[in-house]
């Protein structure tokens, strides 16, 4: 095997014994063969352009079952090639896993070029990301004809594309992609759920049983919620699931507790903790202990062998939790972690509704910089960075964030600038969308002609591929001297990093002192 595709590639290169995240190599053959066929279906959609919809649904669902630690299941990887091969009437439609095991293939180190390899694989992990994306999207009806084709589109040019120049300009089509898929996912959960509203959410338990819900997909914990409304449990989120509290479609399930734990990475302490099942709608999955396995259930693109899996919905039909719900009430209530409360809810319309209040502050000197710190949180003991860092901004400085990399600085005690909490959650890393719109939204406000005059610094996590659509995204906007860590991607050749330092100023995390100097002043 051959992975370099997250943050925590092996010595940050790549890994090739078995997965940092846990995945074996064959799981990881498996993986890399899902994406030829997506590849090969994209350039025969490209030759006729027929059946866009249908075809963009599957290879999406299909990509995002290969981001890092969502689906583990072998099984599941095999239908999910059965599936594409059908759409192209290939034979592998009928193969067996062992047939599929034992199939050549394409990997990764296919280019011997590295810098045609780095473009096209930056190309194919972005799409990776948008596809997670577009997949939410999709399961709460929003699509469009256009975003699919032109994502059909540059997934067939990363297949067919071998100069540096157009793998360059492919790069950042994935990154204007990116940016309208991002805007669509926004207008499917604030048209669905309403917009965020600034939220207490609670962190202690109540003492009735529980089920805890990771991941990120709204539709499922909606249908979760609306299964067990009166069946006498609690449901509490987890990770990156933690912003579902700021929506009023689901504020308004009285039995929605509050969240329970923190990053993806913690896992294995807090599904131990919480004694009741535990749902997994999307990555991030942790292969889980022994010690609470029989308590994991996956759903949708998430998937983990020997862990029980709820079907997908069979045409408007909600999905059926009922074995959640059945082996929660036999279930003692969730063990106490902490106490107290977290407050989020500050997505663009929030912020747009206190422009006034922002822009006095602003020209007043009370707030001095915006620092974005969205992103990724991860294990690797060099992300206490981003704690450290949190600590030593100055007090008149505000922390922009979306993602699981606000754990490292959410629970902070970091005061306040008037109304404003200085750490402002606008959700999900899917909901990254918002900080680039408030971004946009001050420029116009402050009336400058470059968003890079703003008083917005960029210092941002990535650990997985949703990270990287995000940071093309800012990309193609025209945003620069953003740093990310805690390391460069190992998936950037030398001339290819050159290239993004040169072009956009991107950099790379040092220490607190110095890049508290570089950012701040």
């Keep these: 095997m051959f992975c370099f595709q997250c943050q925590e590639a092996a010595r940050n290169v790549g890994c090739t014994i078995k997965g940092v995240c846990g995945k074996t190599p064959e799981t990881s053959d498996l993986q890399d063969v899902l994406i030829q066929f997506c590849q090969e279906a994209a350039v025969r959609w490209k030759a006729d352009r027929q059946g866009t919809r249908e075809i963009a649904q599957e290879i999406t669902r299909a990509l995002f079952m290969t981001i890092t630690n969502a689906n583990f299941d072998n099984q599941a990887l095999a239908k999910a090639i059965q599936q594409i091969a059908h759409r192209m009437d290939h034979p592998a439609q009928d193969w067996t896993l062992e047939q599929f095991l034992r ?13 045609v390899r780095s473009l096209r694989q930056l190309a194919v992990i972005g799409l990776k990301g948008l596809s997670a994306y577009l997949h939410h999207a999709a399961m709460l009806g929003y699509e469009q004809e256009n975003i699919y084709a032109n994502f059909l589109s540059l997934l067939a040019d990363t297949e067919t594309l071998h100069e540096v120049p157009l793998l360059q300009r492919l790069v950042l089509d994935v990154g204007s992609l990116g940016v309208q898929g991002m805007a669509l996912l926004d207008k499917a959960n604030t048209e669905t759920y309403g917009d965020p509203e600034v939220t207490k959410v609670r962190l202690g338990v109540g003492n009735r049983p529980g089920i805890l819900v990771s991941g990120h997909d709204l539709r499922d914990l909606e249908e979760l919620l609306e299964q067990t409304s009166d069946k006498g449990i609690d449901i509490y989120t987890h990770s990156e699931m933690l912003p579902a509290h700021y929506y009023p479609r689901l504020k308004r399930f009285t039995h929605l507790y509050g969240n329970y734990g923190s990053s993806w990475w913690e896992q294995e302490r807090d599904f131990e903790q919480f004694n009741g099942p535990v749902l997994l709608t999307t990555n991030c999955l942790v292969p889980p202990k022994s010690s609470y396995k029989e308590r994991v259930f996956t759903t949708g693109a998430a998937g983990f062998e020997g862990c029980r899996h709820i079907p997908d919905r069979e045409g408007s039909k909600p999905k059926d939790f009922s074995p959640i719900i059945e082996m929660a009430l036999r279930c003692p209530p969730p063990k106490p972690l902490e106490d107290g409360n977290l407050v989020g809810g500050f997505a663009h319309r929030t912020l747009e509704s206190a422009a ?33 860092f949190a600590k030593s901004l100055p007090g008149n400085t505000i922390i922009l964030t979306a993602g699981c990399a606000k754990y490292r600085y959410n629970k902070l005690d970091l005061g306040s600038i008037g109304a404003f909490p200085r750490v402002l959650d606008a959700g999900q890393c899917n909901d990254s969308y918002s900080l680039a719109l408030i971004a946009v939204k001050l420029k116009e406000a402050l009336g400058l002609d470059d968003i890079n005059k703003l008083p917005i610094v960029y210092n941002i996590a990535w650990y997985e591929q949703k990270a990287v659509i995000v940071l093309l995204a800012l990309l193609a906007l025209g945003v620069k001297n953003i740093r990310i860590g805690p390391t460069l991607p190992a998936f950037l050749s030398p001339n290819v990093s050159r290239i993004l330092v040169e072009t956009f100023g991107l950099g790379s995390i040092q220490d607190v002192e110095h890049d508290m100097a570089a950012l701040i002043g």
């Design 103 to 115: 199939m050549p293939h394409a990997g990764i180190l296919e280019d011997a070029d590295e810098d």
């Design 356 to 388: 006034p209040q922002i822009l006095q502050a602003v020209t007043s000197g009370a707030i001095t910089k915006f620092v974005v710190m969205a992103g990724c949180d991860g294990r690797m003991k060099n992300r206490t960075y981003y704690t450290d």
